[in-house]
């Protein structure tokens, strides 16, 4: 269980300080706003991946789908993303993992999906129970050498794991 937290017996006493609500709000939402587009929105210039993309690509890696192996439910990957690696909802996860595999969206598909994964003219994917998913042969070349010490890995968010910062 959770340590507990009590208030100060004093209600912090001398601690307060006056702050103007409306310049902490535009100071506190540019920070964050910033944050999120630095660390969310923008791939990274080193792999051109999101962090969603590189959390399902490590996952697919630990979850064994080589191209020359089976499919699997891509609720099962999706489910394992959120699981260890992104807990931001199983929505998101889905769309970037049908953007990886749709080949209008990505020079070279990272994922090979099979399955009604959406069209050019926007017509969306199925849901994510009817699809599979494994990785394609450029997935496994990015992919290549992650566990020889080529690559930076840092906690995950609940810290018990470990993510590779970059592919």
Not at 74 to 84: F, L, T
């Amino acid at each position: 269980m959770g340590k507990r937290l009590l208030p100060p017996e004093n209600g912090g006493g001398d601690h307060i300080e006056p702050v103007d609500l409306k310049k902490a709000l535009e100071e506190r939402y540019l920070a964050y706003a910033l944050s999120t587009i630095m660390h969310r929105a923008l791939p990274d210039v080193r792999d051109g991946l999101k962090p969603v993309h590189r959390r399902i690509m490590h996952a697919m890696r630990l979850l064994r789908l080589n191209p020359d192996q089976g499919f699997a439910k891509c609720a099962r990957i999706v489910g394992e993303v959120m699981g260890k690696f992104h807990p931001h909802g199983d929505q998101s996860i889905y769309d970037a993992l049908v953007r990886l595999a749709q080949d209008f969206s990505m020079r070279y598909p990272l994922v090979d999906g099979q399955g009604n994964f959406g069209n050019i003219d926007g017509d969306n994917a199925a849901a994510m129970r009817y699809t599979e998913a494994r990785m394609t042969d450029v997935a496994t070349e990015l992919l290549s050498g992650i566990t020889e010490d080529a690559v930076d890995y840092r906690p995950t968010y609940n810290e018990e794991d470990e993510e590779p910062v970059v592919l």
